[in-house]
């Protein structure tokens, strides 16, 4: 699936988790089950759960990621949350 500029997610922007997802906590991190689209996703760690439930508190993704997560580890958490994105577990603003 290639992904035109309009449908990349941004991590300058505010994102929040969607308001049609319900996560429910798990020994692993949380499932996470969007009630339109009957979508259901495994988050796979404690701070990616943390990161998702605190992200609509951050001006972007960017300063969420930024505060909650050491440098080298940055990365890896802006890949998870665009992946959430094109999973239609984020919305904007």
């Known amino acids: 699936m290639s992904?035109?500029?309009v449908d990349a997610f941004d991590a300058s922007q505010h994102w929040r988790l969607n308001s049609q997802v319900s996560?429910?906590?798990e020994t692993f991190g949380a499932l996470a089950y969007h009630h339109d689209t009957r979508r259901l996703v495994f988050l796979k760690s404690r701070e990616l759960v943390d990161l998702v439930r605190r992200l609509g508190d951050f001006a972007s993704a960017k300063e969420a990621i930024d505060t909650l997560f050491a440098p080298d580890q940055r990365t890896r958490y802006t890949a998870a949350l665009a992946s959430l994105y094109r999973s239609g577990l984020l919305s904007g603003r």
Do not use: K, M, N
């Open 3 to 5: 992904l035109t500029s």
């Open 23 to 25: 996560l429910r906590d």
